[in-house]
């Protein structure tokens, strides 16, 4: 049974209301607000639209590992050392060589970080923006040099000096070619968007584990194993498989009102805070149209804006910031399966300042449970069990 199908089953099976710890607060945070009337998305106070438009990612990763937007000159000093760390240490490189090519490409992040924990350990906590440095310097290198080895048999060099985004970083390594100005645009601006968003599973993941006061590379791990499911990150990976079984809108619709009168999820629509709209997606769905646009694409935006369309008809639901991101990535030439890395790349900024914000004041997170199981029973004997 795939995961999509166990959680409609259990959707059917088990009552959920008061379930997921909706709507509790959990703690408090400097970093970010979702959903607050009058201002959908921001960081740290700044508007996630004023951001989009305006900041490239690495300006962003620094807001929020650093607590303020960077002047020129702390950008491009950031900037720089940020490439000084692009090299892979030999022992991580030949563990990516064993990974075989048919992996998820999350575990091999997931192993990529577990892994770098061991060669560049925490060792105090003063440590913890350097360790968060390198790993973001780190993580695109991470999945290309393994996409690359086990998928076309080359050893890639990661220092890649010509780009100093780390989105253009990416696409270099990814394809072997320098990225257009176009790309890298949509890069900054995709980066921006998933680099943060308060109490989500992933970032409350992380930060449980950092209250136990684990090293930044563990709860980093626990993180992505969080964002892999599809209910959470892997959902654009999930749209994308969904939209590209259409060739025209109608199609599309048929299907969709097929999946729904299945009772089927539809991934990329809904969201857990959000009631009405995601600000994120605005932003990247004009992107994918100009994508679109550029590629020359015959229907794979207007299959998405149909079953957008559908969707709000049907159940009044929203496109999430994944539903755009698969269309957007898929007309850049990303393959799929590297979809929810990409989202690790960015969302390790919004993991690690939370890490950091949860060591700064810490208590172990450890919640109570309402008992529902059987009342105390008397010790049955193996031969008396049935
Ligand atoms: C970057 C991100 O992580 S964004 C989220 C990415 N995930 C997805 O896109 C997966 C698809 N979406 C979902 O599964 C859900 O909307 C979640 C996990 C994001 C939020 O879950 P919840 O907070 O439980 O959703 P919510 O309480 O708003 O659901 C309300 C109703 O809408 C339904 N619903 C919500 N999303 C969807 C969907 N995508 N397709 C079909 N029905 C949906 C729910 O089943 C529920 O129906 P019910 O009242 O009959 O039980
Ligand atoms: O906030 C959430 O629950 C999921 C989400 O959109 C994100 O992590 O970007």
Sequence with gaps: MTAIAVADKQKDDKPLAGAGLRGQSAGTT?????????????????????????????????????????????????KHSLKARRG????????????????????????????????????????????????????PA???????????????????????????????????????????????????????????????????????????HSCITAAIGSLRGP?????????????????????AEAGILQMLANKEKIMGFGHAIYRESDPRNDLIKAWSKK????????????????????????????CNADFFHASAYHFMGIPTKLFTPIFVMSRVTGWAAHVFEQRANNRIIRPSADYIGPEPQAWLPMAERK
Aim: proline content about 4%; charged content about 25%; overall charge negative.
């Design 231 to 251: 209910l959470h990150g892997g959902a654009n990976e999930a749209a994308m498989e969904m939209i590209e079984r259409w060739q025209t809108p109608d199609e």
């Design 30 to 78: 400097a970093l970010c607000t979702v959903g607050k009337s009058g201002t959908g998305l921001t960081y740290r106070g700044y508007d996630i639209t004023d951001l989009a438009h305006h900041a490239e990612f690495e300006e962003v990763a620094y807001l929020l590992l650093k607590g303020k937007l960077p002047t020129q000159s702390e950008l491009n000093d950031y």
């Design 291 to 318: 994508l679109s646009e550029d590629v020359g694409d015959t229907h794979l935006y207007a299959v998405s804006e149909r079953v957008e369309a559908v969707m709000k008809r049907e159940k009044n639901l929203f």
């Design 88 to 139: 892979l240490p030999p022992a991580l490189r030949r563990v990516l060589e064993e990974i075989p090519a048919n992996a998820h490409p999350m575990d091999v992040m997931r192993t990529g970080c577990s892994m770098l924990g061991n060669l560049d350990q925490e060792l105090d906590f003063a440590e913890q923006e350097d360790k968060t440095d390198t790993l973001l310097a780190m993580l």
């Design 142 to 216: 991470i999945i290309c040099y393994w996409y690359r080895y086990s998928h076309d048999g080359v050893r890639i060099d990661t220092t890649c000096p010509e780009q100093d985004s780390i989105g253009g970083y990416f696409l270099e390594m990814l394809t072997g070619k320098a990225p257009s100005e176009l790309h890298k645009k949509v890069m900054h601006c995709s980066l921006v968007l998933y680099a943060e968003h308060e109490f989500n599973a992933s970032t409350f993941t992380a930060r449980v584990c950092a209250s136990t006061l684990s090293d930044l």
